[in-house]
């Protein structure tokens, strides 16, 4: 079950969207396109800003709130105010395990780049395959997860993974991910570039960690 949001989050996230979608128009790609639901036949309110408040309620009660909080983000990625949002959100709620502090180091471009290389791994394709990219890390099952969407599942995993801080161990939750990832697709293409990656995330850790 998706945590609720507490007031302030609340009122965050309304102007977040806001900010990233100043027109229902746009807010209904999001919804028809990350969601898969109409918007037409679940808004309600008279003002815009009503029924991004009501969109926001509808997603707390049905549980679709990180589906429309990972969807918000592949729609409008550079948002200032949403991507403020979710690393505020994401330390807040982060499992238990990692430190709380933001330590995120993935840019828009990049986490899209290594979602892209991600859903070339074969074992991706399935819920099972990206669930054992996960091996090592003990508090895997509390992260937010979608089941049935490849790409925002893993959208959601590495945005959960690199907004925590570093491990108790000295690792890197994001760094583990990918090195597991990486064991399925040894000595091929993908696995030589998505080693690559994971070594331009170590360096930028490591730059954020001793600054």
């Known amino acids: 079950m998706d945590e609720p949001l507490n007031l302030a989050e609340r009122k965050q996230l309304h102007q977040a969207l806001l900010s990233a979608f100043p027109s229902e128009g746009a807010l209904e790609q999001v919804f028809f396109f990350e969601l898969g639901v109409n918007l037409r036949q679940i808004r309600e309110g008279r003002s815009y800003s009503e029924v991004v408040g009501n969109l926001i309620l509808w997603a707390e009660t049905n549980n679709r709130l990180q589906d429309l909080l990972a969807g ?61 990219f996960l091996i090592g890390l003990v508090w895997a099952q509390s992260l937010t997860r979608s089941p049935t969407n490849s790409r925002m599942d893993l959208d959601m995993i590495i945005d959960q993974l690199d907004s925590l801080g570093q491990l108790d161990s000295g690792a890197w939750p994001l760094l583990i991910f990918l090195q597991n990832a990486a064991s399925y697709v040894d000595g091929t293409a993908v696995g030589r570039e998505l080693q690559k990656m994971s070594q331009q995330l170590t360096e930028a850790y490591q730059e954020k960690a001793n600054a």
């Open 72 to 132: 918000a983000r592949n729609a409008n990625p550079g948002n200032r105010e949403l991507r403020r949002f979710l690393e505020d959100y994401q330390a807040h709620h982060a499992p238990s395990g990692a430190t709380k502090r933001p330590s995120a180091v993935l840019t828009p471009q990049r986490r899209i780049e290594l979602i892209q290389l991600l859903l070339r791994i074969p074992a991706s394709g399935s819920f099972e395959g990206r669930s054992a």
